[in-house]
């Protein structure tokens, strides 16, 4: 199969799905945004050890290829199989269908294909990420979660079936990719008005969930989330950037997806 339609995110595909399963087993901030307490979140589908596995059938060895280089099945299956249980819990914790894993697939690929061009880039532009970067934005992450350590961090997600290895190697791409990021946008500076309606379109969604017959939650003041929701808009705005620039980059690239 040739190069297909692109999904519309490309950063932190594998690393953000644990991550939710991280948060739904107890993890993370109980007063961001779209969290509720952990009293709600321990009885979380994933807490529970009820989400499905994905099917894993017939995936090549050589998932795709991005000028010259190789998305393997390996890489393949760890991004996969977190993105389908992302998508599944979801999917029960918002009384949705399940994950249609053919488009998952696909989306799955594209993210990949998109990740290898800008890691290819960064390396074009001299850009890359120490052992010690790593071990900072680790660091972070273990915060944000609420943990003691990036050991406690690595564990959890250990528990979660994301290997410590993975997790580095996410990092770390995570990482080059916000420098390549910056280094293409320049520094983002969210507005209050986009503060504003990041936090209205939360409130929203968790009502529409309330409907749906999901999990209530209770969303708290805004300036208790401002921080948060500072973090979510700088995202949005370099997913944005980084998406022209993959954009830019597919133009003349050689890739075959092998699906």
């Known amino acids: 199969m040739t190069d297909t339609k692109r999904p519309t995110t490309v950063l932190g595909l594998g690393l953000a799905a644990a991550l939710l399963a991280l948060t739904a087993c107890g993890g993370g901030d109980s007063e961001s945004a779209g969290g509720g307490s952990s009293e709600e979140t321990s009885e979380s589908p994933a807490a529970q050890g009820q989400l499905p596995e994905p099917d894993l059938e017939g995936i090549p060895d050589v998932v795709a290829e991005v000028n010259g280089e190789e998305v393997t099945r390996d890489e393949f299956v760890t991004s996969y199989t977190a993105q389908f249980q992302q998508a599944a819990l979801q999917a029960q914790m918002g009384g949705g269908e ?74 770390e791409t995570q990482v080059v990719v916000e420098r390549l990021v910056a280094d293409e946008s320049g520094s983002v500076e969210p507005t209050e008005k986009e503060l504003r309606t990041l936090y209205d379109q939360a409130k929203q969604q968790q009502e529409q969930m309330a409907q749906q017959g999901g999990q209530q939650q209770k969303i708290p003041p805004f300036e208790k989330v401002r921080a948060q929701l500072e973090e979510q808009a700088v995202a949005q705005e370099q997913g944005q950037a980084a998406q022209a620039l993959v954009d830019e980059l597919r133009d003349g690239a050689d890739i075959t997806i092998n699906l």
């Open 98 to 171: 399940e994950p249609d894993e053919e488009a998952l697939k696909e989306q799955t690929a594209n993210t990949l294909v998109d990740t290898e061009l800008l890691m290819q880039e960064a390396e074009e532009r001299g850009i890359d990420a120490s052992e010690q970067d790593v071990e900072d934005k680790l660091a972070e992450l273990a915060e944000q979660n609420q943990l003691g350590s990036s050991e406690e961090f690595l564990a959890a997600l250990e528990e979660q079936g994301t290997s410590a290895d993975q997790v580095r190697t996410q990092v």
